[in-house]
């Protein structure tokens, strides 16, 4: 959820570039996690309590004990994480569940809103966040986009490579090439996103140029959004690409949006945790690292057709 990244200014720093400041503002601002609903979880065949897993050794003993790494998540952005028949399905719950083999415990995965995220995991609400969260910076350190200090700042244990894309309705009848095309019309995002971001910083170069500045609409979640393109209401939307190439493929059949040109510079996305549980996240890098050189990573990319934002290796606090 590309994602205060989304984060990432330029449209690339989507949440992919994660997953922003904007976002980074909203989730440290909030007291809460929002709506928060249960959705289906992520897991392994291990025992909690074996010491089998190749990893187990390595986890915190609060973690051990429970046998539950809880991880917080915004379920809308298929095929990284979606709900489908009450389970919540994609690309990050099936890594999860890769990742559980290694540490022999499970995951369980809840979904709520995205711009909540960071609070939730630093108020122990969850273990971790995992919901396409671009690693960067300001997220790092808890800034907003001016460098002010909001609260605390996340570490990430990164996983995944995605840029921004923009999309809109299929034929695009109103021709937009790329995000400076959007000056004087209307745009539609997830709020608290980083691609709310770049569309601001993007709106200041239209006036900055003598043009008129953007009409961005912020929406609580991304399916508001892609509704408002569909409808003609936003002659455009942005996302993270592989949510994007996802939505164009799927939405009514593929007849209904088309992504414009490929995708802008990419950046990581990353697992959150609160920055004082140092154990737990070294623990996900080895299990990331584990995933990746046993061949189950690329399995699971390839089954979500995710190939594109393939590592080699992981990473803490990669991003920039």
Known sequence: MTASTTRRTTAAQSRIAAVGA?????????????????????????????????LFSKLPKK???????????????????????GKIVGVDPDLADALAKQLGVKFEFTSGSFDGLITAVNSGRYDVGMSSITDNK???????????????GVDFVDYFTAG??????????????GIEDLCGKTAAVQQGTTYETALKDQSKKCTDAGKKAINIEAFQNDTEAQTRVKSGGAVAGINDY???????????????????????DAGPFGIILNKKNTQLRDALKDAVDAIIKDGSYQKVLEKWGAQSGAIEQSAINGGK
Do not use: H, W
């Open 22 to 54: 904007i976002a980074v503002a909203g989730a440290l601002v909030l007291t809460g996690c929002g709506d928060q609903t249960n959705g289906g979880g992520s897991s392994s065949t291990e025992s909690a309590k074996s010491n089998s897993a190749p």
């Open 138 to 152: 300001q997220r790092q350190q808890g800034l907003d986009d001016k460098g002010k200090k909001l609260g605390e």
């Open 242 to 264: 592989p949510v994007a190439v996802d939505l164009a493929n799927k939405a009514d059949g593929g007849k209904a949006f088309e992504v414009i040109n490929k995708q802008y």
């Open 63 to 85: 973690i051990q004990d429970a046998g539950v790494i809880k991880v917080g998540t915004n379920a809308e952005y298929a095929p990284m994480e979606s709900t489908e028949g």
């Open 164 to 177: 921004t894309a923009i999309y809109v309705k299929k034929g695009n009848p109103e021709g937009i090439k």
